[in-house]
């Protein structure tokens, strides 16, 4: 059965991958931000619903939902990416019309035998040998693309003649040997720093500003200091934890709930085992008698008595339960691959076993405990049944009451909140001002209660509002209009915002200082400790190596070129502020050029292909708008990336 679910798996995935790359394409382009030359507030000389001309074919929003639609095939998208795969699905779109301009122009044209070809290597079942089966064809087409035979073969069209324009404009680039090594040398240097790290969070609580300063600060930036609308409340709540601890559950009720759901305590046979996993994936023979050697050494000691979770956490290579010391938890039938099953299911409990070969490599295994398929009894069961039921009957009846407590508001909404609650056996509470941006003491960032306590005027009662506590009735008590704040009341604002402002500055200046006390004869360390700083230590670096703290050695690009000894500038990282001293370089291993050499050059030769082309796609759509051949309208691309 797996099998065969995989193989429709790979099938899937096949029509996938045809049908999405379009999309596959300027998804990668997603993270970017991408904006078309021309989209100003030129005229729109065509319809103005189109989103765009191109060669004077207009497109429409309903086009580009037509072409999302079936890009996706049935997939679906987060509401939040959808104007954003819209707008990208349109420039492709734009793109394809441009490309058919420009191949007209030059006379470049995909053939039907061409086509043809294309289609017998990714459709060979709809040919018999040289015959080909039309209604086949046009069955498989539809069920696997979900594109009528004409969409299908004009979409087939418009990604070959993309590839003979990329073939046209890339064809002649090509990655020197310099090159290759220029991009190995980048990729494997390494460079070691000593080098302080000033964070202005951990400067912040030093700065201390006087009375007048603080005065002075909130006096320049007042307008910041703003003090929205407050309310506080009164409410009525019926408390669920309490309505729980009065409801009783009977056995009886307990046992109708386990005969109805007996299916649920059936258990199968089952082993709980731990195992050691040493991976033989992708790997030689000679590398799998190396293997299988270390495994041997592993099994002898875990046979003598040594603790088996340590050497799996030591030496399994099952990243899932290396962890937890091996533990696979309960395996059931079927469960696992037919050699570890067999192993597992037949070792006494306790017992651990010789190596199990499997797909996946060796494994040791050490049966922890053995259960035969049965029903769990009625006892063994009460204690998790109970707090189902119990959950069932405290919910039912609440909703119960909350139905009456709401009739009850609806009769009349001025009511006493007390004779409400004596009514209802509810707990009374008071809530302190708190403004619509605020948590709202008891209920926290409850949106209903926010709701409630800012659209009722005083006096007025809420319909019952669910709440983790229960179901609460409030009624607004005090408003303090919006104001501008006194000092006094925003007092902790205030200062937060003055030591962030003056930590900011501190931070930079003891970086300069740093760097300008090394530069003047003083050693890094001597300057670092003059001004209380501390010096850390870098491992050895690659520029995809990372620091603590600081980030990938990107950051430190500089070091890379500069000599032992030398001291950085001051420079900002990420709203820190970072001074560094290169303490030595690694050399780079040449010898390892030739294992990298061809796929540097085959990731230089793409990346050089795609900015080529990149620039090509640029180049021809600005060309288009200059002629009057393209034409984007702003505004309805506005409307479809808004309402997509």
């Excluded at 059965?1 to 798996?9: A, E, G, H, T, W």
């Excluded at 018999?128 to 498989?140: I, Q």
């Excluded at 002649?172 to 310099?178: D, E, K, L, S």
């Excluded at 019926?238 to 007996?262: C, E, F, G």
């Amino acid at each position: 059965m797996l099998r065969s679910i995989q193989q429709r798996d790979l099938e899937r995935n096949r029509w996938v991958k045809i049908t999405m790359s379009v999309l596959l394409g300027i998804i990668c382009l997603s993270m970017l931000t991408y904006l078309i030359p021309g989209m100003g507030s030129a005229a729109f000389s065509n319809s103005p619903d189109a989103v765009a001309t191109v060669g004077g074919e207009q497109i429409s929003p309903i086009d580009v939902q037509r072409q999302l639609n079936q890009v996706l095939h049935g997939q679906a998208i987060p509401e939040i990416y959808k104007g954003i795969y819209a707008k990208q699905v349109l420039e492709q779109m734009i793109f394809t019309r441009a490309l058919a301009l420009e191949a007209d122009r030059l006379g470049i044209r995909v053939t039907n035998q061409e086509l043809s070809d294309r289609i017998k290597q990714i459709l060979p079942s709809a040919w018999n040998g040289d015959t080909w089966l039309k209604d086949r064809y046009a069955l498989e087409v539809q069920t696997r693309a979900g594109m009528s035979v004409p969409e299908f073969e004009n979409y087939l069209r418009d990604q070959m003649l993309q590839e003979k324009f990329h073939q046209l404009v890339t064809d002649a680039i090509t990655v020197t040997p310099a090159e290759v090594h220029q991009e190995f040398r980048r990729r494997n240097e390494k460079v070691q720093i000593d080098y302080v790290l000033i964070k202005p969070e951990q400067l912040a609580p030093s700065i201390q500003p006087t009375e007048p300063e603080l005065s002075a600060y909130y006096t320049k930036h007042i307008g910041q200091y703003q003090v929205p609308e407050k309310r506080s409340a009164r409410y009525a709540l019926l408390d669920l934890a309490k309505l729980r601890a009065s409801t009783q559950i009977s056995d009886d009720v307990l046992r109708a709930y386990y005969n109805a759901h007996i299916d649920e305590y059936k258990v199968e046979n089952r082993v709980h085992a731990e195992h050691i996993l040493f991976k033989t994936v992708g790997k030689t023979d000679a590398e799998i008698a190396e293997i299988r050697q270390n495994a041997e050494d592993v099994l002898k000691k875990a046979k003598a008595g040594a603790n088996f979770e340590d050497l799996a956490k030591k030496y399994s290579e099952d990243d899932g339960t290396k962890v937890k010391g091996g533990d696979l938890g309960w395996i059931v039938d079927g469960q696992t691959v037919p050699e570890f099953q067999q192993a597992a299911f037949t070792l006494p409990k306790g017992s651990i076993s010789d190596l199990v070969k499997t797909q996946y490599g060796f494994h040791i295994i050490k049966v922890l405990d053995h259960e035969t398929a049965h029903t769990k009894t009625f006892d063994e069961v009460k204690s998790t049944i109970e707090p189902i039921v119990l959950d069932e009957a405290v919910n039912t009846r609440a909703n119960q009451i909350s139905d009456e407590m709401a009739a009850a508001v609806r009769q009349s909404n001025h009511q006493s909140l007390d004779d409400l609650a004596k009514k209802f056996n509810l707990e009374l509470g008071d809530l302190p001002l708190a403004s619509a941006a605020e948590p709202v003491a008891t209920f926290g960032n409850s949106q209903d209660v926010h709701t409630a306590l800012f659209q009722l005027r005083p006096g007025e009662l809420s319909q019952p509002i669910q709440t983790p506590q229960g179901f609460a009735i409030i009624t607004p008590k005090d408003i303090q209009p919006a104001h501008q704040g006194t000092l006094a009341e925003v007092r902790d604002r205030v200062l937060a915002d003055y030591q962030q402002e003056k930590s900011l500055e501190l931070a930079q200046t003891k970086a300069q200082q740093l760097a300008k006390l090394t530069k003047g004869g003083e050693t890094f360390d001597q300057a670092a400790k003059s001004l209380s700083l501390v010096v850390k230590n870098s491992e050895s670096v690659s520029r995809t190596g990372s620091i603590p703290d600081v980030g990938t050695g990107q950051m430190i690009e500089a070091a890379y070129s500069m000599p032992v000894g030398q001291v950085s500038d001051a420079k900002q990282i990420a709203g820190s502020w970072i001074v560094y001293r290169v303490a030595a370089h690694e050399p780079v291993n040449e010898a390892e050029l030739s294992a990298q050499s061809d796929q540097i050059k085959q990731q230089l030769l793409q990346s050089k292909q795609g900015a080529a082309f990149d620039a090509f796609r640029t180049a021809l759509e600005d060309r288009l708008k200059k002629e009057g051949k393209l034409v984007i309208n702003a505004d309805a691309m506005k409307r479809l990336v808004h309402s997509t």
